[in-house]
């Protein structure tokens, strides 16, 4: 016999998914108790918090569309760092590699305006692919070349993209129509990434799911996914077995660099419709908490990605209604992290 | 020890063993791979809780739970791996592991001691010096007289010769003579039995979990204790040497004064002059540590030559990558499969193709030739005359020799020119390792050329056309192995001057 019967693999795998979606559900009831307390502390009922948070994301059309957006950017930094984690890279620069992202597809956007969207888009895509590409890249040839460890290079450059981002604003690309807001001028019509109907979920979310798609057929079924694995699993051995592990390096940083770009390029370009410094509330942290959370495992990072968004939506309605700062998720976030740290380390 | 058993999921490691030990007693405990030796030494040393048995010291009934507990009874153990902090020095070492350690420990006292009890057994150990000055043979010193302050009188060794060249195995067995004359109890794990047969009282074998047999060492020899390890005697024919060593052609490797240099706690290579020819298998003898794992992952492309030339097969390789070196027919067979050449988690048919991803890719790599894979890892295994185990298993969950046949099998599958073999045969049992040895010798009838690095003498005496010796990264006495001895390589392996005119 090879490889299992096509249909006993799939079952395989939808077994395992499973076991990790409920491996990510169980932590984040644990972590909505802990999170209740914090809420009483603060002379809030935290039921009813709950169930502001939950109908208003869940409970209407409307709501779940805008999880559905809240969660778009988080699968895409997700999957930027599940690419690199799988030989074992620790990309924290999910936000900076979103915000250079972000400033290449609106210099695209900004310059070749007068395109008509069929080809404006692609190339926006290609250029948020490259830029948030090219920032992971540096960290990623730092790695190769022995020089500097990913984790502290992508964390560092996060504050030098923000500052980036900050001085094209402020300076060269202003919107000279602006009131002397720090943004850029409004995209082109054809520079807008098409949306579902009359909500505000936009093509993105597709670009996602395919990234999640492609990431888990290349692991699973192709030779560049072996050597990953192989990588992953004993990097002295693959080294041996002459497989370039410098090159995934470098690569794979490149890549997870231009999932988060893409993240980028969708928020621009769908969302804000133009440059501005308030682009992000985290999304590249989050994607990292997701990443690992689901242990790299595909359906796991959609259903964390899903989870998380409710998380952050709900940050919004806690404000609306509980009158509560609207960061006081990042506690619940926080909580979270705890709990599957704990659990993690439990299990070993 | 009585009626000892203790199960791993899977494996009943130990099934009712009995087993003695007394005071003025030297115990050697032989036995395969995974027979089980270890398991009940572990047990005595409170690192595994028994299922089932009883433990009685000085014929008081026991419970050990843990080493702790052994330590109280004065119960000691040296593992293969040692305990040893590398910055601290030898009394530093030796008084973190005292139990009651006073805050501030009188080291002046310590230091005394621990040189009466090393004039005392003559071991040598100065306590002012650093653990990583020191080699493999004087570290294990530093563990016996940590035991011997810690008021240990029963003393476990596992493996210790292992790693040691021929006078430090001498050595040692003076050391556990002296001991047996104070009256200490010394048990020793070995699979080698030339060993056993020089220097124990007693011996008991074990085959598959059980005791097959305790012997006096007056009643055993080679055969019975074979027969005893095996069920039926394991003839080992001396590898039969068809065809003349060195065929014409090219030589499959050829090293022209090649200098490294050593990144971290690498041995820089100096000035290595070395040829492999077609039908050739040369040996590399020398104590590990001296330069053979960065000799082996210099032919492999690994390690840079830092001066020099490197050619394989007439062709200039010195700055080849691992990728052509490899596909150019160079095959490479580790000391330890797992942590060098496989991935644990990835499965035996993953870790197969892990060998020559580009040969089984198809459709560009977007698809693997898994059926390919099988199938030659299936016809490479039936060439070593072992069974195909279970392909979807994790490589991790098989047992060492199985991981090491597989690696074995997925490097003849290429087919290659040249094997850098390293310690082919380290770990494996009676049977797998003449096995290994028969199937280097069917490689060089075929015209492939062996790099043979390894520390057991007896093996690279039967196995090599031409023998050399590395100490401290240079090689030294380029002989056949006729034309010396072991000693002499023996001497050479420690750092001697080459004796170059032997009396005939």
Redo the contacts between chains.
Sequence with gaps: ????PESARLAIAWRAGRARLASVAAPAGLALVVFAGVLLAFGKNPIKAYVDIFSSTLGSPYGFSETLVKMTPLVLTAVAVAVPAKIWLINVGGEGQLYIGAIFATWGALTFGHLPGWLLLPLMVALGFLGGGLWGLVSGLLRAKGWVSETISTLLMNYVAILLLNYVVFGPWKDPEGVNYPQTAEFAPAAMLPVLGQSRVHLGLALGLVAVGLFAFFVS????G??M??I???A?????????VGRYVVGLMFIGGGLAGLAGMCEVSAIQGRLRPSLSPGYGYTGFLISWMAGGHPLGILGAAFLLAVVTAGGDILQMTQALPGSVVNILMAVILFVILGRRTGER | MRGITKAFPGVVANDTVSFDVHGGEIHALVGENGAGKSTLMKILYGFYRPDAGEIRIAGRPVQIRSPHEARELRIGMVFQEFAQIAALSVADNIALFQANLPAVPDMPAIARRIEEISRRYGLGVDPRAPIWRLSVGERQKVEVVKLLLADARILIFDEPTRGLAPQEVAGLFRVFADLRRDGYAVVFITHKLAEVLACADRISVMRRGRIAGTLRRSDATEETLVSLMFGAPVAEAPPSRRGPAGLAGPPHLELRSVSTRADGRAVSLRDIDLTVAPGEIVGVAGVSGNGQRELGDLVLGLVRCAHGVKLLRGADATRWPVARIRASGVAFIPEDALTMAGAARLTVLENMALGDTRRYARHGGLAIDWEGARSDLARSLARLGVAVPALQAPLGTLSGGTVQRVVLAREIARRPKLIVAFYPTRGLDVRSAIATRDLLMALREDGAGVLLISEDLAELFALSDRLVVLFRGKLAGARAPADTSIEDVGYLMTGGPERHDRSA
């Excluded at chain 1, 016999?1 to 299992?4: C, F, I, K």
């Excluded at chain 1, 002295?236 to 370039?244: F, Q």
Aim: aromatic share 4%; glycine share 12%; proline share 8%.
């Design positions: 016999m090879t490889a299992p079924r192709t030779r560049w072996l050597e694995r192989a992953g699993g004993n002295d051995a693959a080294r041996r077995n002459g497989i370039p």
